[in-house]
């Protein structure tokens, strides 16, 4: 079963639920359809076209603003799984200035790597080893804290959620919200 993002009525992003849930909340009529698949769920008496992303159809205040905590997982998401020096697929993630050269573990500090990458590139400065970032690193906006675990994700979400795919540096990269 599939997942459906959920809108406040600003069209905020609020967080993903489970396909079921969403069909629920529209026909309770607690949420609208803003986009849906060209699937459709039947009945009995009625057919539901798939939502894919839902907006509430009052506004829920959200007492806190998220923020997306620096885990491996949310490097490696936000880099797209693609070493930041190399491009090929990452699985360790490296701080850009070493944590033993006074480098802070904070998002514009981390990066993907390969272990290849990350091994040679040891506790040295880019600059002593003529290295360069394909992309450098930001921190994710906190949209993104709403789709982290879920790791199906429709491409109709990303114009809500701020991530374009092969928006200029490649898959995943972050751009400020369209919304």
């Known amino acids: 079963m599939g997942a459906a993002l959920v809108l406040n009525a600003t069209y905020e992003p609020l967080c993903v639920v489970p396909l079921r849930r969403a069909v629920v909340l529209v026909l309770a009529e607690k949420a609208v359809v803003v986009e849906a698949s060209s699937d459709v769920m039947r009945s009995e008496r009625l057919s539901v076209a798939v939502p894919t992303v839902v907006r509430l159809a009052r506004f829920v205040r959200v007492p806190y ?61 880019l600059a002593e080893i003529g290295w360069h970032l394909r992309v450098p690193p930001i921190a994710p906006p906190p949209t ?34 369209a919304v």
């Open 65 to 125: 603003r998220r923020e997306v905590p620096l885990t491996r997982r949310a490097v490696l998401e936000r880099d797209a799984h693609s070493c930041a020096y190399c491009g090929l697929r990452a699985d360790t993630i490296d701080h850009v200035r070493p944590r033993s050269r006074g480098g802070q573990h904070q998002w514009t500090n981390v990066v993907a790597a390969c272990a290849r990458c990350n091994h040679r590139k040891g506790d040295r400065l």
């Open 144 to 177: 993104v804290a709403v789709v982290m675990g879920w790791t199906t994700r429709e491409p109709s979400w990303t114009q809500y959620l701020g991530l374009a795919e092969n928006a200029g540096g490649g898959p995943g990269e972050l751009v400020a919200p």
